[in-house]
């Protein structure tokens, strides 16, 4: 069983940044990929980041590559995503995940654990 707890969200004008953080407990973390997904109202939750087991690959929703950066350290169990240059569209809820390998992290329905989301909105 892997719990997560997202935190970092909040409100922030557009051009502004933000950093999320979630906490994982459970053993597996290290050995698993994990991901952000977000969804905005009236919308599907969709894919936005992921990273492997390692940290040496990581791979990007076209619309936020160049802007947000995802990372982890396996020693302390957090996952992070820096996001810069925020648009309005950027306003969700962010969740972070535990994906069943990294070739399929992009997909939601391989999602092994979701955390209970964190809210972002982004002001014009």
């Known amino acids: 069983q892997v719990q997560l707890a997202e935190s970092g969200g909040g409100l922030v004008q557009a051009g502004g940044s933000l950093r999320l953080s979630c906490a994982a407990s459970?053993?597996?973390?290290?050995?698993?990929?994990m991901g952000w997904f977000r969804k905005a109202p009236g919308k599907e939750r969709e894919f936005i980041a992921a990273?492997?087991?390692?940290?040496?690959?990581?791979r990007y929703a076209d619309s936020v590559k160049g802007r947000f950066t995802i990372s982890r350290d396996n020693a302390k169990n957090t996952v992070s995503l820096q996001m810069n240059s925020l648009k309005p569209e950027d306003t969700a809820v962010y969740y972070c995940?535990?994906?069943?390998?990294?070739?399929?992290?992009?997909?939601?329905?391989?999602?092994?654990?979701w955390g209970q989301g964190t809210q972002v909105t982004v002001s014009s």
């Open positions: 459970g053993r597996i973390f290290s050995n698993c990929a």
């Open positions: 990273i492997s087991w390692s940290g040496d690959s990581t």
């Open positions: 995940a535990t994906v069943i390998t990294f070739a399929q992290a992009m997909d939601k329905r391989r999602v092994l654990y």
